[in-house]
């Protein structure tokens, strides 16, 4: 079954435009977006027995998934063609629902989705497709207060948001001096499909992560490629423990926002690592890395010796940033541009959870996630109404 064959059901798509017209509707939790993370958060209300807002609207505690995909996949619907599943970096199971065996040569692009929509079908998740939210705002000055989560389809009135909206939709694209004037292609990770569309050009790809490295790679075999970075790219050599690493990673993130500081780039905390496509580009002498161009003309890039390189295309593979925008209402940053966290909630608004987000930025890490936020959420509903306490409960595939 791929990712839009799922037939909608009660707790599954409804007409949006139906929802578009009609009046304020309440949920207790509104999770944003349906990827990993939501997913996670889905599975993990349902298991705590939090009911569909779609089909109990009047229940004591009650949850709906608004995305703004047509379908099962987050993120993963737009990865790009080449990316199989031989070469993502591996994907976590979603929460008591194991993968099934799937073609390592399968884009990525299609078996994850169709993963996901089989997750979904099977946990009965209250998901809203498409749907877009739009803005996040506090109802009046109360702090415990509800919230309204105004959509393209509707508003929402809550009590809480577990806001998992990735990153995917915010692509990072530097600006430099000339940049207007080049006359070749210029696209981001986030416009890449293959390589193919490249080949035989002369092309820059500006970035030093993952996947910087990846595309680097694979648009190498097929075109004159430039390497540019700001810094040196550092690879991890030797061999080396994953889970202990991990462990170190994740928490150096944690600290972070923890302190409330700004997060860097996945890169920053993990450096790169000798994958089999790292060492394919070395050994075909892709990696000769260059420092940052200072600007860009008509037909190529000054180079930061002053020198002229001619260019027909520029990927900027230079990364994405949380997807956080329609949160602005809540001015949840503080003046260092970061947004402090205890656990996943937000330090100063204890009804905004953030999964998917810093230390959670990956498949585990957003399961996890998802289980943390219900679980906080949960203890911080029973703290102001301790009278509704749902019966703990299992989705219907577990
Ligand atoms: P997403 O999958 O991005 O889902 C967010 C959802 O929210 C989307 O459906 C989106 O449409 C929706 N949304 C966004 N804004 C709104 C809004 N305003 N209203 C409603 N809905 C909204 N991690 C791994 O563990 N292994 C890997 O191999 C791996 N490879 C990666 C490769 C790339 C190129 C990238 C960019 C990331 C990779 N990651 C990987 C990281 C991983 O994808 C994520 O951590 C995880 O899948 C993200 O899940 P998510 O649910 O948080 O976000």
Do not use: C
């Not at 990827?35 to 229940?59: C, I, M, N, W």
């Not at 393209?152 to 600006?175: C, D, E, F, L, M």
């Not at 923890?258 to 997060?263: L, M």
């Amino acid at each position: 079954m791929s990712a839009d064959d799922h037939p909608s059901g009660p707790h599954g798509r409804l007409d949006p435009d139906a929802a578009a017209s009609g009046p304020l509707r309440s949920a207790t939790v509104v999770v944003i977006g349906g990827g990993q993370s939501g997913l996670s958060a889905g599975y993990h209300l349902k298991r705590r027995g939090f009911t569909s807002a779609l089909v109990e609207p009047d229940g004591g505690r009650t949850f709906v998934i608004l995305d703004a995909e047509p379908a099962a996949g987050g993120a993963w619907r737009h990865r790009w063609e080449s990316l199989r599943m031989a070469t993502v970096n591996g994907i976590f199971d979603l929460p008591g629902y194991p993968k099934p065996p799937i073609d390592p040569d399968e884009p990525s692009r299609t078996a994850v989705p169709r993963y996901f929509a089989d997750f979904e079908h099977a946990a009965e998740l209250p998901i809203l497709r498409a749907v877009t939210v739009t803005t996040v705002r506090r109802a009046d000055t109360d702090p415990e207060g509800g919230l309204v989560v105004e959509s393209s389809h509707g508003t929402w009135s809550a009590r809480a948001i577990i806001n998992a909206t990735g990153t995917w939709t915010n692509p990072v694209r530097p600006h430099y001096p000339g940049q207007e004037t080049f006359t070749g292609r210029q696209l981001h990770t986030h416009d890449y499909v293959s390589a193919e569309e490249l080949a035989g050009l002369r092309v820059a790809v500006v970035g030093g992560g993952i996947s910087a490295l990846q595309q680097l790679e694979e648009i190498n075999q097929v075109a004159t490629t430039f390497w540019y970075t700001r810094r040196e790219p550092v690879f991890r050599e030797g061999e080396f423990n994953s889970e202990v690493v991990g462990r170190e990673i994740i928490a150096k993130v944690v600290a972070d926002v923890e302190a409330g500081k700004p997060t860097g780039s996945v890169v920053s905390y993990t450096d790169l690592a000798w994958t089999p496509y790292a060492r394919a580009a070395r050994e075909r002498g892709a990696l000769q890395r260059r420092p940052m161009f200072t600007s860009i003309e008509p037909g190529g890039v000054r180079e930061a010796d002053g020198s002229f390189t001619p260019i027909d295309a520029i990927v900027w593979a230079t990364g994405f940033k949380a997807a956080l925008g329609h949160l602005d209402p809540l001015a949840l940053r503080n003046d260092r541009g970061g947004i402090q966290l205890v656990g996943t909630q937000v330090t100063d608004e204890p009804r905004v959870h953030l999964i998917g987000f810093g230390p959670s930025q990956s498949t585990v890490g957003s399961n996890r996630a998802g289980r943390d936020a219900v679980a906080a959420l949960t203890r911080h509903l029973n703290k102001r109404d301790p009278g509704v306490r749902p019966a703990v409960r299992s989705p219907a595939h577990t």
